[in-house]
């Protein structure tokens, strides 16, 4: 898998320059594959790249998803702790329905009504 | 009291070369190790929780100066690892509690891993960029001034350039589709990324299409020579082979 030289496309006139080298160095290239391309598994610590903006160098940057997490498969936000960190987004909303479950079950048999009741008024 | 640290995950392969690790720096200066289980090794590096740690990941990653060479100590490593043989590269920022976790995810995982594994084995992706070709000078009109006076010159010289400029794009999409087709019979499977922007590509011309390509290692030379081919013989497009690559796009845990 080592082709002995640079295979550089011509037509370099443009100043697209060297990509193509055989090491590649492009820093834009290289944060494009290791942050959005690679195998997403869920480890124990994991950030949501959806909530990084990345301001500071203003790269657009297509991230990891919940849903991506989710389809590979371990339940990690079951058991981590992270997910209580911040009050945004899917979390906020994880919790809110946590907590309504919470109180359904809780609740003594109080009927279909005023459970809807409760609902519009939160 | 040690720090507490955290173990980031590399890659995963299953011919574990242990004497390339003792060369490698991590991301946290520290030498890769290996944890195996089922047959397969995790790459691991042990890392402090203060820098890599989710509170604190999450505010290094908006620091370019702090992310950019973790960035490039993580593709590092995983460069080294391809060279001795075939491995999955695992997104930056993957971490866990401890080897047991990590044994964990082997053990649960392991036929993924290794139908993952079979697909990139004796394989390369590359990556190609297409660029829209700087548009040519616009034809001046011939003779002298307009009769219809300078205003109107003006305008039909605007409407000529933005004609021959929409001209020229549907040309060139026409030519990177023709070009991705060709590349894209050499290959075992693509992806198309969504095009870069500029700042990203660090480039002024617009990308038309960021595709990768995992390649049969025997087919590499022809890919090359295609890549060029699709270069010179379309005039409305630059395109730019980068690579190898390890299977970063090519890396999926499909299921059974």
């Known amino acids: 898998m080592t082709p002995g030289q640079p295979v550089v496309a011509s037509a370099s006139q443009s100043g697209i320059g060297s990509a193509g080298n055989h090491q590649p160095a492009n820093l834009g290239d290289i944060l494009e594959r290791v942050l959005d391309k690679g195998l997403v598994i869920a480890g124990d610590i994991q950030i949501n790249l959806l909530d990084i903006e990345l301001l500071t160098i203003k790269l657009r940057l297509v991230v990891a998803s919940l849903e991506t997490a989710k389809e590979v498969g371990i339940d990690w936000w079951e058991n981590d702790p992270w997910l209580t960190g911040e009050d945004s987004g899917v979390r906020a909303e994880n919790r809110q329905l946590r907590a309504r479950i919470a109180e359904l079950e809780a609740a003594p048999d109080t009927g279909e009504e005023s459970t809807r009741d409760e609902e519009s008024a939160g | 009291m040690p720090e507490r640290q955290g173990v980031w995950l590399y890659a995963v392969t299953r011919d574990p070369a242990p004497e390339v690790l003792g ?4 991301v946290s200066a520290e030498t890769p190790r290996l944890v195996e289980a089922a047959g397969l090794a995790a790459v691991v590096g042990d890392v402090p929780l203060s820098s890599f740690g989710e509170a604190a990941l999450r505010r290094n990653f908006e620091d370019l100066d702090w992310l950019a060479p973790v960035a ?33 995810l082997l053990e649960h995982r392991a036929v993924e891993f290794t139908r993952a594994l079979d697909q990139v084995t004796g394989r390369t992706e590359w990556g190609v960029k297409i660029f829209l070709a700087p548009a040519p000078d616009p034809v001046p009109a011939a003779g002298g001034p307009s009769p219809r006076g300078a205003g109107a010159a003006y305008l039909a010289r605007r409407r000529a350039t933005l004609n021959s400029r929409e001209h020229q794009e549907r040309r060139a999409v026409e030519q990177a589709n023709r070009a991705h087709a060709a590349l894209a019979s050499l290959a075992v499977d693509t992806r198309t990324h969504p095009p870069q922007s500029r700042a990203l590509a660090g480039e002024d011309a617009r990308m038309i299409l960021n595709g990768a390509y995992l390649v049969d290692n025997e087919h590499t030379l022809r890919f090359a020579e295609a890549t060029a081919a699709c270069d010179q013989d379309n005039d409305a ?3 730019r082979l980068t690579g190898p690559w390890p299977p970063y796009s090519f890396s999926v845990l499909e299921e059974a």
Do not use: K, M
């Not at chain 2, 060369?23 to 991590?26: A, D």
């Not at chain 2, 460069?79 to 964990?104: E, K, M, Q, S, W």
């Open chain 2, 23 to 26: 060369e490698l720096t991590g």
């Open chain 2, 72 to 104: 490039r100590a993580h593709d590092s490593v995983i460069v080294a690892l391809i060279d001795r043989g075939p491995a999955i590269p695992i997104r930056l920022a993957t971490v866990y509690h401890g080897d047991d976790r990590v044994r964990h």
């Open chain 2, 237 to 239: 497009i630059l395109v």
